[in-house]
T-cell receptor, first 114, second 110 residues
Framework: DAGITQSPRHKVTETGTPVTLRCHQT?????MYWYRQDPGHGLRLIHY???????DKGEVSDGYSVSRSKTEDFLLTLESATSSQTSVYFC?????????????FGPGTRLTVT | QQPVQSPQAVILREGEDAVINCSSS?????VHWYRQKHGEAPVFLMI?????EQKGHEKISASFNEKKQQSSLYLTASQLSYSGTYFC???????????FGKGTRLSVIA
């Protein structure tokens, strides 16, 4: 199994509070991704990174920011959490370019915003 | 735009075959297939690249029709372990990210 961990694994927070989710990898892969998974929507890309300090937006990036200061860590921040951000969040990594290489997923973080 | 998967759900008995389809409104550079079991993370199955190259699973096959912008996943002689939700993902070009479909839920019963 690819060495990917996510923390925390579960979190309950109140509307309006900031939340940071962490993804840590031990594979030294260049690409890292944050997805959210909601019933009826599948997996939707929030942000991704193609190197240290290099990030770009995905299809559902509003309300989220990311940072990557080290190859192994990719942080996802909800500046002011809303109930619509209740979801399961998956981090993924891939070795090389976005099209031709498989992605390996972390175990997920279940976030509930009350 | 997310690729469209069909069917949305299917129930099989052990040993039966199934086909899951994935259609894209955009030109395809590659198609990915993943399987997710309940409560777990998605797991890579296969990549089909423009030009015919394939990488992936030994017991599951797939096709990729570039002209029709479609891919199909073939599950033969299904086993209980095949149960889960199958996601296709499409990449429009080499420098664009993967976009997943909404998934097909497959249930294999004894």
């Amino acid at each position: 199994d690819a060495g990917i961990t996510q923390s925390p694994r579960h979190k309950v927070t109140e509307t309006g509070t900031p939340v940071t989710l962490r993804c840590h990898q031990t594979e030294n892969h260049r690409y890292m991704y944050w997805y959210r998974q909601d019933p009826g929507h599948g997996l939707r890309l929030i942000h991704y990174s193609y190197g240290v300090k290099d990030t770009d937006k995905g299809e559902v990036s509003d309300g989220y920011s990311v940072s990557r200061s080290k190859t192994e860590d990719f942080l996802l921040t909800l500046e002011s959490a809303t109930s619509s951000q209740t979801s399961v969040y998956f981090c993924a990594i891939s070795e090389r370019d976005r099209g031709g290489y498989e992605q390996y997923f972390g175990p997920g973080t279940r976030l509930t915003v009350t | 735009q997310q690729p469209v998967q069909s069917p949305q759900a299917v129930i099989l008995r052990e040993g039966e075959d199934a086909v899951i389809n994935c259609s894209s409104s955009k030109a395809l550079y590659s198609v990915h297939w993943y399987r997710q079991k309940h409560g777990e993370a998605p797991v890579f199955l296969m990549i089909l690249l423009k030009g015919g190259e394939q990488k992936g699973h030994e017991k599951i096959s797939a096709s990729f029709n570039e002209k029709k912008q479609q891919s199909s996943l073939y599950l033969t002689a299904s086993q209980l372990s095949y149960s889960g939700t199958y996601f296709c993902g499409r990449v429009a070009s080499g420098n664009t990210p993967l976009v997943f479909g909404k998934g097909t839920r497959l249930s294999v019963i004894a």
